[in-house]
Nanobody, 112 residues
Framework: VQLQASGGGLVQAGGSLRLSCAPYLSGYTMGWFRQAPGKEREFVATIRWSGGSTYYADSVKGRFTISRDNAKNTVSLQMNTLKPEDTAVYYC?????????WGKGTQVTVSS
């Protein structure tokens, strides 16, 4: 399975970006992780297939929203009020029991 992430770019602090990941795999928990230079990859947000429950890292809670678009078969991450510390490569992830798939990542850079 090849996950394709898109939507990254350069934005000023306080701005917004929307990331998308395709395809949204049936039955899988889909999520976003990020890795800043010199740091380990960290959890950002996930959405469950069953019921659509969402979970967020404390650092993004209230600013980021993960959602799914059934018509487009994608999962998105709406990022508002971006901060320089949000700068990272963002990776799309799909998990289901022993299956774990990653996209190639998309760069998000927030300038101060």
């Amino acid at each position: 399975v090849q996950l394709q992430a898109s939507g990254g770019g350069l934005v000023q602090a306080g701005g917004s970006l929307r990331l998308s990941c395709a395809p949204y795999l049936s039955g899988y928990t889909m999520g976003w992780f990020r890795q800043a230079p010199g740091k380990e990859r960290e959890f950002v947000a996930t959405i469950r297939w069953s019921g659509g429950s969402t979970y967020y890292a404390d650092s993004v809670k209230g600013r980021f929203t993960i959602s799914r678009d059934n018509a487009k078969n994608t999962v998105s991450l709406q990022m508002n009020t971006l901060k320089p510390e949000d700068t990272a490569v963002y990776y799309c992830n799909a998990r289901y029991f022993g299956d774990d798939y990653w996209g190639k990542g998309t760069q998000v850079t927030v300038s101060s």
